[in-house]
């Protein structure tokens, strides 16, 4: 972990709270948006805190589980920024299904210039990969 | 296609130029990234444009070809830079392999300030999806 440049470090920490959150309750998503984010869902382009959960909120399952498989992390300029891209490979099963899909996000991070170390989605693609 | 953003003009346009030219040959990529870019493939990251083109001409593979599948884009801030955001789904094969692999990428372009319209690899981070 010693080694891990700092950007792996809060692409971990920033991938694992955002899943949790999403996989137990997704309407508490919003906090980790603003009214500049944009999130690509399937194609589909909406943006700012309110209609992102509200089209997360909207998918057609009860339960959900992500399991994250490799997240990849590179810093982004320009350095004043402190901006993190992270890109995320995993499976998903979603109320109780037995098959796991495929499916590969990117995000985009910024610190939260008034919360040192916590940082918000700016940028969030997500897509499905079928078998 | 008159009401696409520019910026998904731009990412189905970049990403036709470079999948072509990785298709044919690989080791003019070069010329799409600097000496600042970074590549993370297959989870080793690599720097510069001289060192990410000698991980790609490296591959052991002689023939490859992409085929995408879906093409996502988004700006980035901060609006000054003028980058774009693309994320890249598609299916592979090399070789003359029968069986297509999928795979997902993205890339952060950055504007050419010497050359209006072109565009420069920034962040580049590539994942296979075995099936």
């Not at 992102?52 to 998918?59: C, G, N, W």
């Not at 992390?73 to 796991?100: I, R």
Request: charged fraction near 15%; glycine fraction near 6%; aromatic fraction near 12%.
């Amino acid at each position: 972990m010693a080694n891990k440049p700092q950007w792996d470090l809060i692409a971990e920490a920033f991938v694992n709270h955002y899943y949790s959150v999403f996989d137990t309750d997704r309407s508490q998503l919003a906090t980790l948006y603003r009214d500049v984010s944009m999130l690509t869902f399937e194609g589909t382009a909406c943006m700012g805190a309110s209609a992102i959960t509200q089209k997360l909120v909207s998918l057609p399952f009860q339960k959900v589980r992500h399991h994250v498989v490799t997240c990849d992390a590179q810093p982004v300029l320009p350095e004043s920024l402190n901006g993190v891209l992270v890109f995320v490979n995993g499976d998903l099963t979603v109320d109780d299904g037995a098959q796991a899909i495929k499916f590969a996000q990117v995000f985009h991070l910024l610190p939260d210039r008034n919360s040192p170390g916590l940082f918000w989605v700016y940028n969030d693609l997500f897509r499905l990969n079928y078998g």
